[in-house]
């Protein structure tokens, strides 16, 4: 069955990095494109970041855009979510998810607190 497992979360301070791993399995990774969304408390889900089957295209939200890098290797199943510069309002619950599969995660803590 379809398992996504997200990793890497933790408590960082302003400024500071993390990156985020998140394995997939039970599916043909390397036909679907990924996703990274966030949840913070009290918030809506929303889109991180986002590639492509192949890894070519590649788009970020705008709080995203410049701090974050998404990146994928089809050879592990996983797609990456690099962070630095890390603010207090990216403190969320990251999950990734699969272009037309209806699975979520459970998902991985980010907490950016001094």
């Known amino acids: 069955q379809v398992q996504l497992v997200e990793s890497g979360g933790g408590l960082v301070q302003p400024g500071g990095s993390l990156r985020l791993s998140c394995l997939a399995s039970g599916f043909a990774f390397d036909s679907h494109g990924m996703r990274w969304y966030r949840q913070a408390p009290g918030k809506e889900r929303e889109l991180v970041a986002r590639i492509s089957f192949a890894g070519r295209a590649i788009s970020y939200s705008d709080s995203a855009q410049g701090r974050f890098t998404i990146f994928r290797d089809n050879a592990k199943s996983t797609v990456y979510l690099q962070m630095t510069d890390l603010k207090p309002e990216d403190t969320a619950v990251y999950y990734c998810?699969?272009?037309?599969?209806?699975?979520w995660g459970q998902g991985t803590q980010v907490t950016v607190s001094s």
């Open positions: 998810n699969a272009v037309g599969i209806d699975y």
